[in-house]
């Protein structure tokens, strides 16, 4: 019953391209959705987020794109850098349950140069 | 001036041993969390404390229990451990619930 989908474990991208990172959700009460990037041995650092009244959110190189009749939303990193090389979770929440974020099992970006 | 700090970092024990993670937030945050990463790397949500006050309590064996003396600090204590319990331990901290979420950089629990 896994509600936040990553179906791609792993994700190789040359530097300099565009990173296209996808996240699929079933509970379409979600409302509210972030994108959180891991280096190995750290915990997760917030990246970008979107609320469901909006398509798109744009900070600097990441755009997160929401299409909610889809139900799918994507990360879009460009110009990829070597530093982006990371996991990169997807999580939502819903207002009622604002306060639990269901993440899905992550993307493993590596840039090669 | 770490924003989310854990410890241990590492902890290796016997099962059936007790044993607590500690958590420590500096941002001033009125919500804190804890996460468990298991083997297949999914991120779920044990536990949220808000001002102290136990939130979400996620299906969890009653042999984890958060404990938290104030608004910056929320610990985790587990019982009996079993060899299930070995994962990776995030805490975690945000202003408001629908505010994104600092994470500490984890607990490795290994049960031998």
């Known amino acids: 019953d896994q509600q936040v989908k990553q179906n791609s474990p792993s994700l190789s991208v040359q530097e300099g391209r565009i990173s296209i990172l996808n996240c699929d959700y079933t509970?379409?009460?979600?409302?509210?959705f972030l994108w959180y990037k891991k280096y190995p041995a750290e915990g997760p650092t917030f990246l970008i987020s979107i609320s469901s009244i909006k398509d798109k959110n744009e900070d600097g190189r990441f755009t997160v794109f929401l299409n909610k009749s889809a139900k799918h939303l994507s990360l879009h990193i460009v110009p990829s850098q070597p530093g982006d090389s990371a996991v990169y979770f997807c999580?939502?929440?819903?207002?009622?349950?604002?306060?639990?974020?269901?993440f899905g099992q992550g993307t493993r970006l590596t840039i090669n140069p | 001036d770490t924003a989310v700090s854990q410890t241990p970092k590492y902890l290796v024990t016997q099962m059936g041993n007790d044993k607590s993670i500690k958590c420590e937030q500096n941002?001033?945050?009125?919500?804190m969390y804890w996460y468990k990463q298991d083997s297949k790397k999914f991120l779920k949500i044990m536990f949220s404390?808000?001002?102290?006050?136990?939130?979400i309590n996620e299906t969890v064996p009653n042999r984890f229990s958060p404990k938290s003396p104030d608004k910056a600090h929320l610990n985790l204590h587990i019982n009996s451990l079993e060899l299930g319990d070995s994962a990776v331990y995030f805490c975690a901290s945000s202003q408001d619930y629908w505010q994104p979420q600092h994470f500490g950089d984890g607990t490795r629990l290994s049960i031998l």
């Open positions: 509970n379409s009460m979600f409302d509210y």
């Open positions: 999580a939502a929440s819903a207002v009622e349950g604002a306060q639990k974020l269901v």
């Open positions: 941002l001033g945050h009125d919500t």
């Open positions: 404390y808000n001002n102290k006050e136990l939130i």
